[in-house]
């Protein structure tokens, strides 16, 4: 596991980053490294940039709104005290100055354009928000991602830009919030159920292992957490789900590697959490 501290380090590449093949562009050099895209004269500036299986990105913030949207892997954010998953399928909005981190799933080709936050008249979410990344979306991000940071504000390259932006719409779509809280004991157990998500123990039998009434366990979930032990231990199984779905898993392994009864269980809470079956999250990942 790699991780990048807050001067952003490097991922692939010091200075360049490859454009996918696959939009059918010709490869470029460009910069990754974000301070360079907060100050471009356009309105907004798209770094293509490539991050190997694991790699973290600690928490962080840009003067410029983000779109993150990935092209292969799964990039999970967390901001605001909640965990996006965000597949090819879609891309996430983080507003300017908001603290964020990052850790890929897969090897992780993203494009992320930087946005001026004067570029919209209109009113722009004050939280992360999903969008719904459409064909012409998308295609839209990958002529971008091939333009220079320094393109003419008011030449062809800028129509690029400000219809990428206009493409843009929000998804209703919630995020999945999994607060750790701050207490040193229910740090422990929520660390060690999300290093294994399939673990079985129940409330009791963790407050013995940390040394705690399971009175004052159930407390500290419902006190710092916002939820039970139980949902906060579903929501961390259905986490840890959505990266094995769309890297091709199938629903009977994923359920049983969470240490689910039966694929039936896992079907119902998927479901309930992420609003979809997980055999429709795989294939919405596998159509990207």
Known sequence: MKVEGRGHGKAIGQNAAAVSKRAGIARITKSTDPSDYQHAPGIAAVMPKVFPDGFIVA????????????????????????????????????????????????????????????????????????????????????????????????GRDDLVIQLMLAEIEWSPEQPLRLPSGQDRRLVRVCDAILENPADQRTLTEWADEVGASSRTLARLFTAETGLSFSQWRQQARISAARPLLASGRSVIAVAAELGYETTSAFSTVFRRFAGMTPSAYAKLSDSA
């Open 59 to 154: 928490e962080h913030r840009h003067p410029r709104a983000q779109l993150v949207y990935t092209t292969t892997g799964i990039a999970e954010v967390i901001a605001c005290q909640s965990l996006w998953m965000i597949p090819p399928h879609r891309a996430l909005w983080i507003p300017p100055d908001l603290p964020h981190a990052m850790r890929a799933h897969g090897q992780l080709e993203m494009r992320t354009a930087y946005v001026d936050p004067r570029a919209y008249r209109s009113a722009t979410p004050n939280q992360p928000s999903l969008v719904n990344v459409s064909p012409l979306l998308r295609e839209l991000i990958a002529r971008a991602s091939s333009l220079p940071i320094d393109a003419h504000p008011a």
